[in-house]
């Protein structure tokens, strides 16, 4: 078997160079330009000139044109004759969308599903020396438009400020048609290798596995998928190698017959070491109690697959998961169980970490993920509006320990149930399943996103509701859980986000007794952040807060003078209709007022990361009622304001670094609810905990507010609490109704600070006033800056007074620092480390580029 990639620079122009002529004289004067391939047209377009760039001020509206006009790459092989014996073929992953493959002039094949994998056979149609190949790629909007005048009825779908209709009707990443954090790019290219192949025998197309486990051994049946290209009989091994294993080999001849043979052996392996998700490892729980922050990676095994000359490598590794979801005297549970342990999934929504998929850059995924985890997160749940990922996705996740839920690519609209329509679907999910299932991190198939919700967002479902919920259940049950459930028996299947879980086909939205629920009354319904603390969730796979964001990023997309929250370009990024109203009320809700746009956006962090750390906070302290809180969202498509808690050059939200902190597997949580003032610690380790919970009641100038005139007699003093949190569990160690304050709320916070293990020391803050009403003291902040090494700095922070969501920042400068959005005390230095993501940045310019703000610089 012989195979080439046929990557590189290919030649594109416009099918029809005359309609195409009305935006642009580019290929007037030039037929065509180059266009690398894995690659997207548009960015090829950017990068000749043609287009300027979507993402720049309202530069997407100019660009809408390029998706309605259809595309042709080409590109010249040059074929030897030993190439041509047997047969030869061509296959496409990630071909987005529609497409027409022509070998010489000769059409060789056709694509109508970017989720697809597509194989042609070209025998024929290739001859020795220079070879012509072109692919034609159609209008997806054109398409849908076509699609849609052909349905019996119309099949409705969610609009968003810049959108490409009908959407819903086409099988593309259904975020291409513009969301409430996105733009409207509907892009066209094949994003993996173009592969060429010539084979006598057939092809491994996937290599599948199940285990069962025997006390520390694993039984390990392998199932190869072979397609034949003539009947034979080939030699056919399985070989097993990685850490602490003796390698395991075994094979057999196989007789095999034109067409889709499943091919199986089964091995023993050995004592082999266990996957864990990140944080719940054995040795995990001695990291968290020495402080040690290296990111653990887990065992991974290889297992290659021999038939004939083809072969297929894949890494695997060894676990148990589960999905607990059963009645109890709080409703239904919903959690993951690994290796017998039941793990508190803490993470974030995923959705493609670019708008243009050329800029989806292994780079890119590897400091997501890195970063996902460097939050203490161990779960990402991709969401069902954009892709099933790219190959490096699942294999970072695998590393890192990040379960992975799984939603099939439907979203926020209802589907047709068109007999060609489920023929297509149908053989998308079975590609998917075979080509993910054996990813150790894959924890869960979700079916969709908010589809059960959608039968009941439009007016054409809410008079014909059967014949809608009959076309939601054929696609859903009818092909997807019939698909995954063959395909992926151990596996769990969920049926719709949010939902109880299968046989259970009610909508869950914001119902918190059973199941997943989606809870956005915060944002959407514009209610306080005490919401959160209303309701008693299972596991909540979606919940989020707007924000800006910085500065430096803004100003990548908003010139000079648009820089004003109500402007025409900070409104165009703005996609969530009324978002930047809701910002700016909860200002005046809870803060007083900023002054001046750096203010409004730095301030929009902090209410962004008050928003979730009190729904995080809360709900892990239910445990075990609440099992998953997942936050909307960890990443943007492009820069914009949103939901994200990093933004789209990759720097750390506010929120990101405050995740790190109540995600942490140890932690102390204050809050206020009902007129009463708790604390608790968090203990996610696999041991009894002792820790040590001093309670401090300060004044703004610091000081012990007990000690001060007009306190008042018999309230609470400071103290300090000794006491063992048992393994997996949270213990309540504090609580005191408000009226119990030794001052007034307005005139007083509450400082916790937790110690455990090898002296590890962590704190928390509550206010027990809105801030607004607090009588804050302006701060003076000294900072001294240490260069450690090249890309190391450490920053020590000092105060005269408290200081609050005290925030630094380095402008353009990449990089993360180990904390921040902070509590600073008096006689209490602070040292943080920023870790530059270049090694040529000079202390010099690190100082100048430094920044730090409070919340009383605001106003």
Known sequence: MKATALDGTWKLRPRHPERVAAYTDAFTAHTEIPVPIPGDIHSALIHAGIIAD????????????????????????????AFLSGQQFISFQFADTFFHVFINGREAGKGGNMFRSWRFNVSGLLHEGINTIEIMFESAERRAIESAARQPYPVPYSVYPVYSPHRNLVRKTQCHAGWDWGPCIMAFGVYESIRLEQTTKGFIDYVNTRYVRENDDWQVEVTTVYTAITDCTIPVSVKIE???????????????????????????VRRPELWWPAGCAPEDTAAVLTGSSALRENPLYTLTVTAYHAVKTKRIAFRTIDVVAEPDEHGKSMYFKVNGRPVFSKGANWIPCDALPSRQTPQKYEKLLRDLAAAHMNTVRVWGGGQYEKDIFYELCDRFGIMVWQDCMFACSLYPATPPFLRSVRAEIRHQVRRLKDHPSLALWCGNNEDVGALTWYPESIANRDRYIIDYDRLNEG????????????????????????NDYSDNWHADGRGDMHYWSVWHEKKSFD???????????????????????????????????????????????????????NFSRYFRFPEGIKNMLYLSQVQQ???????????????????????????DVWPVA????????????????????????????????????????????????????????????????????????????????????????????????????????????????????DNRKTSN????????????????????VKRLAPQIFEITLTTDKPAFFTALDTKKLGGTFSDNMLTLLPEAPVTVRFTADSEKLTQEKFEKALSVTTLTDTY
């Open 54 to 81: 979507p993402y720049f001020a309202k530069n997407e509206l100019d660009v809408q044109w390029v998706g309605k006009e259809d595309w042709i790459i080409s590109r010249e092989i040059k074929i030897k004759k």
């Open 242 to 268: 990685g850490p602490g294993i003796d390698t395991v080999i075994t094979g057999t001849p196989v007789n095999v017959t034109v067409g889709e043979n499943l091919i199986r052996h089964t091995v023993t």
């Open 479 to 502: 092909v997807l859980a019939d698909e995954i459930r063959q395909l992926d028996p151990d596996r769990a299947w969920w049926p719709s986000s949010p939902s109880a879980g299968p």
């Open 531 to 585: 919401a959160y603390l209303t309701i008693k969730p299972r596991f909540v796979s979606e919940f989020g807060y707007e924000s800006f964001p910085s500065l430096s990023e803004v100003q990548t997309y908003a010139p000079r003078d648009q820089l004003n929250l109500t402007s025409p370009v900070m409104e165009f990024h703005q996609r969530s209709p009324g978002g930047n109203s809701i910002i700016l009320e």
């Open 609 to 635: 990361a008050l928003a979730i750390k009190t729904a995080v906070e809360y709900w892990r302290s239910l445990r075990p009622i609440c099992m998953g809180s997942i936050i909307w969202q960890l990443n």
């Open 642 to 757: 949103s939901w994200s808690s990093i933004e789209y050059s990759g720097k750390w939200k506010l929120l990101h670094y405050e995740a790190k902190k109540f995600f942490a597997p140890v932690a102390v949580v204050l809050y206020k609810k009902d007129g009463k003032i708790s604390a608790h610690v968090l203990n996610d380790t696999e041991e009894n905990l002792p820790v040590r919970v001093a309670i401090r009641f300060l004044t703004f100038d610091g000081k012990s507010a007990a000690s001060q005139t007009g306190a008042h007699a018999g309230t609470q003093t400071d103290l300090s609490i000794d006491a063992t949190v048992a393994p997996d569990s949270v213990l309540k160690v504090f609580e005191c109704p408000e009226t119990e304050l030794p001052l007034a709320a307005h005139e007083c916070f509450i400082y916790a600070e937790l110690t455990y293990g």
């Open 765 to 784: 803050t509550l206010l027990p006033a809105l801030p607004k009403e607090c009588e804050l003291r302006k701060a003076c902040i000294k900072t001294a």
